[in-house]
């Protein structure tokens, strides 16, 4: 089956400039996440929608970062006026629900590199 | 501040011995685990998970060992396959938040033919 999707999968940009980053998780889980991946550290919490809402946003770094998902299904990461230290995977993730336990297995994508010149 | 460490950044072991790698966290709220495996150019993937009221999780090679008075976890490969060959990360959440992991800096396991 289809498994959570991201595009575009590399993203060569200019410092300033502005980017989206797409996910498209699995049909029918309510629950999606974005992390941050640096080079050799752990996927970073940025953003949880459970839904088309925003429940938890604590780890957008700063307000130059902004998701939406409108129809609680693909969502887009918006990030403006990159800064060279942006540059990261960014992982999308997707669950059936928005809850901690066995029930609540987290689906990822394959990321999108971004790379901020 | 890094809730969740693991702090060997690589490890190597011989096809059909035992890997074993490590984990220790700071947040005693935490009361999941998961451990998670990625290959290069693909996002991590779901291995094993532990909750906090077990103190071991078997599934076929792979176990899990929670030591919540030590704060440390662990995850056992037996017998070590080439194919096992990946970053590992552990990962921890606890109830009443909105599910979202608190992952550690994982750990390169090289499984030596």
């Known amino acids: 089956g289809a498994g959570v999707s991201q595009t575009p999968s590399n993203k060569v940009t200019e410092k300033g400039k502005y980017v989206e980053l797409r996910c498209d998780p699995i049909?029918?889980?309510?629950?999606l996440y974005w992390y941050r991946q640096s080079l050799g550290q752990g996927p970073e919490f940025l953003i949880y929608?459970?839904?088309?809402?925003?429940?938890?946003d604590s780890g957008l770094p700063n307000d130059r970062f902004f998701a939406v998902r409108p129809e609680g299904s693909v969502s887009t990461l918006k990030i403006q006026r990159t800064e060279r230290g942006d540059s990261a995977v960014y992982l999308c993730?997707?669950?059936?629900?928005?809850?901690?336990?066995?029930?609540?297995?987290?689906?990822f994508g394959p990321g999108t590199r971004l790379t901020v010149l | 501040d890094q809730q969740v460490k693991q702090n060997s950044p690589s490890l190597s072991v011989q096809e059909g011995r035992i890997s074993i790698l490590n984990c220790d966290y700071t947040?005693?709220?935490?009361?999941?685990f998961l451990w998670y495996k990625k290959y290069p150019a693909e996002g991590p993937t779901f291995l094993i998970s532990?909750?906090?009221?077990?103190d071991k999780n078997e599934d076929g090679r792979f176990t899990v060992f929670l030591n919540k008075s030590a704060k440390h976890l662990s995850l056992h490969i037996v017998p070590s396959q080439p194919g096992d060959s990946a970053v590992y990360f552990c990962?921890?959440?606890?109830?009443?938040?909105?599910?979202?992991?608190?992952f550690g800096q994982g750990t390169t396991l090289q499984v030596k033919p």
């Open positions: 993730a997707s669950s059936p629900m928005g809850t901690s336990g066995s029930s609540n297995e987290q689906f």
């Open positions: 049909s029918g889980h309510t629950a």
């Open positions: 929608f459970q839904g088309t809402g925003a429940a938890d």
């Open positions: 947040n005693s709220m935490f009361d999941y």
């Open positions: 532990i909750s906090s009221i077990k």
């Open positions: 990962a921890a959440t606890h109830s009443g938040n909105t599910g979202k992991l608190i």
